[in-house]
């Protein structure tokens, strides 16, 4: 399962003295100082505004350069997404111009992964990737012998479809790269949709993981999303 966790963590400079600067990752750990990844599948998203003194904020996310300290223990893209490596504390800089930050993530348990749930965290990946639409395999017919239920609506059948279908051509657990779900949507072999996610992507690796878990469907207790959130919760934006 993806989960995601966003720190807050702040830091003002003068620049050019006429500007302050606040820098930010917006909180969603409900104030916690220090963000616990648990197994190899968390994640940590970082979102960075830059507020200038006319009160106006800007997106730097992926403006800023992150570096982490000790090495091994998280690793950070471009984006600010933060991934972890292994077990450990680590302190997580983003730098702009003189402005730093810092913020503090935990590792824990990550030899021993939750359990992937199908219907909570695998399905959720077709729709966003558009494979279960009208317009590809969630049509009545499916599409070239594979068909998913519309949106996701029927997890269970799904869950038939991949892996009891096609004679495990679909789904290869001995050598999850193999398999034809991974290997079509990353259009690494021909697919008509094109490639749905990339290799080195997230949502490829989620799927990597359930498969080389055995393919598990999942627990009724297992975690559900009970909210969404967006923030910031407000945002004013002016006319240039």
């Known amino acids: 399962m993806k989960t995601i966790f966003i720190l807050l963590v702040s830091v003002s400079a003068l620049i050019a003295d006429t ?4 820098f930010e990752a917006l909180p969603l750990s409900r104030g916690a100082d220090v963000a616990r990844l648990v197994g190899d599948g968390e ?11 006319n009160d106006v904020p800007r997106d730097a996310t992926r403006e800023v350069a992150y570096s982490v300290k000790p090495d091994g223990v998280v690793a950070v893209d471009a984006t600010g997404l933060v991934r972890p490596l292994g077990n450990g504390d680590a302190t997580i800089t983003a730098s702009f111009g003189g402005l730093k930050a810092e913020t503090k993530v935990s590792v824990v348990k990550f030899s021993e992964p939750a359990a992937i749930n199908f219907a909570n965290s695998v399905v959720p990946l077709f729709t966003k990737a558009g494979c279960n639409g009208g317009g590809c395999h ?9 068909r ?11 869950y038939e ?14 050598a999850p790269d193999h398999s034809l779900l991974l290997r079509k949507g990353a259009a ?11 290799v080195a992507s997230h ?9 080389g878990q055995g393919m ?6 297992d975690p559900v999303v009970e909210r969404i959130e967006v923030l910031p919760r407000e945002r004013v934006m002016k006319a240039d």
């Open 138 to 146: 969630g049509k009545s017919g499916g599409q070239n012998g594979f």
């Open 19 to 22: 500007a302050v600067l606040d």
């Open 43 to 53: 994640r940590l998203q970082l979102l960075v505004n830059l507020r200038a003194t």
């Open 188 to 198: 690494v072999v021909p697919h008509g949709g094109g490639a749905r996610w990339t």
């Open 161 to 174: 479809y991949l892996v009891k279908e096609a004679r495990l051509r679909r789904i290869f657990p001995t």
């Open 203 to 211: 949502d490829y690796d989620l799927v990597r993981r359930w498969i």
């Open 216 to 221: 598990p469907y999942g627990d009724p207790s």
């Open 148 to 158: 998913l239920s519309l949106l996701g609506f029927e997890p269970r059948e799904d």
